[in-house]
Antibody
Framework: QEQLQESGPGLVKPSETLSLACSVSHGPVKSTSTYWGWIRQAPGKGLEWIGSIYDTGNAYYNPSLRSRVSISRDTSKSQVSLHLTSVTAADTALYYC????????????WGQGTAVSVSS | QTVVTQEPSVTVSPGGTVTLTCAASSGTVTRGHYPTWFQQKPGQPPRPLINGDNNRHSGTPARFSGSLLGGKAALTVSDVRPDDEADYHCLLNYGQTVIFGGGTKLTVL
C-alpha cells in the first residue's frame, strides 16, 4: 500500500508562507492513487479539507482558503507540496497528507501528520 | 457554503447499537455526495471506515455500516466494544469540493 510522509517546519511566523512536502512511496507495487491532497486539524477541532491535486494535474481547493493555497505534484520526486501564504494563528494545526483511488472513495491513505504552529 | 453537522458527542453501552448522523445545511444528503466515514483515536490519523461507495474499507469490521437515514448520512455501529471509543468524522463531496462534519466523540460507558 502507498505510504505518505509529511515534512516541513514546525514553526512559521505570522504573515509568512507555510510550505510542506509529502513524500509518496509504494514499494514495488504500482500506485492505484489518482489524487493526493492535504487535510488539517486544529488543536481539539475537526478535520478541514485544504485541497486535492489529481493525476491530471488539476487542483481543487477549499473556497475559504483558495486565495492563499496552492498544491503541486512533482512526479520525479514522488512528492506533493502545499504552500499556504499569509499565515495567521488560525492556521496552527496538524497537517495531514492523503491520497485515494477516486474522490468517490474518499481519502484512503493518510500520513501521520506534521504539526505546524504559527507564532512570532 | 454548506455546513455539515454531526452530533458533538454520543454515549453508548458496551454491546449496544448506536447510529451517528451527518447532515448538510444545503438539504438532503444523497449517494451523489459520496458520504465517507472515518474513525480517529487520540494521537492517530483518521482511519477510513466506510468509503463513498458505501462499502467498508479494508479491515473495517462488519459491525460498522453506512446508510442514508432521514435525509442524512448515517454510520451504525452494532455490538459496540470499548475499543470503538473514538472520534468519528463524516465527509461529503460537493462537486470538486470536500466538506467535513465537525466530528462526533463516541464514548463507550
Amino acid at each position: 500500500q502507498e505510504q505518505l510522509q509529511e515534512s516541513g517546519p514546525g514553526l512559521v511566523k505570522p504573515s509568512e508562507t507555510l510550505s510542506l512536502a509529502c513524500s509518496v512511496s509504494h514499494g514495488p507495487v504500482k500506485s492505484t492513487s489518482t489524487y493526493w491532497g492535504w487535510i488539517r486539524q486544529a488543536p481539539g477541532k475537526g478535520l478541514e479539507w485544504i485541497g486535492s491535486i489529481y493525476d491530471t494535474g488539476n487542483a481543487y481547493y477549499n473556497p475559504s482558503l483558495r486565495s492563499r493555497v496552492s498544491i503541486s505534484r512533482d512526479t520525479s520526486k514522488s512528492q506533493v507540496s502545499l504552500h499556504l501564504t499569509s499565515v495567521t494563528a488560525a492556521d496552527t494545526a496538524l497537517y495531514y497528507c492523503m491520497s485515494g483511488r477516486s474522490y468517490v472513495y474518499g481519502p484512503e491513505v493518510w500520513g501521520q501528520g506534521t504539526a505546524v504552529s504559527v507564532s512570532s | 457554503q454548506t455546513v455539515v453537522t454531526q452530533e458533538p458527542s454520543v454515549t453508548v453501552s458496551p454491546g449496544g447499537t448506536v447510529t451517528l448522523t451527518c447532515a448538510a445545511s444545503s438539504g438532503t444528503v444523497t449517494r451523489g455526495h459520496y458520504p465517507t466515514w472515518f474513525q480517529q483515536k487520540p494521537g492517530q490519523p483518521p482511519r477510513p471506515l466506510i468509503n463513498g461507495d458505501n462499502n467498508r474499507h479494508s479491515g473495517t469490521p462488519a459491525r460498522f455500516s453506512g446508510s442514508l437515514l432521514g435525509g442524512k448520512a448515517a454510520l451504525t455501529v452494532s455490538d459496540v466494544r470499548p475499543d470503538d471509543e473514538a472520534d468519528y468524522h463524516c465527509l461529503l463531496n460537493y462537486g470538486q469540493t470536500v466538506i467535513f462534519g465537525g466530528g462526533t466523540k463516541l464514548t463507550v460507558l
